[in-house]
């Protein structure tokens, strides 16, 4: 069974992920980040 994603949905995911990650915001700039499902357990 195929996702609902086409093919150019997942390469705009993959350089929407790749810019996150290059860019220093958010949970990219730790260098070990804790996933928000475990940070709300806290």
């Known amino acids: 069974m ?3 994603h086409s093919h150019q949905d ?3 995911d993959e350089i929407a992920e790749f ?3 290059a ?3 958010g ?3 730790d260098k070990n980040p ?3 499902w ?5």
């Open 27 to 29: 949970l990219w700039t």
């Open 2 to 4: 195929m996702g609902s």
């Open 19 to 21: 810019n996150a990650k």
């Open 10 to 12: 997942r390469g705009d």
């Open 38 to 42: 475990e940070f709300r357990k806290q």
């Open 34 to 36: 804790q996933p928000p």
């Open 23 to 25: 860019s220093p915001a």
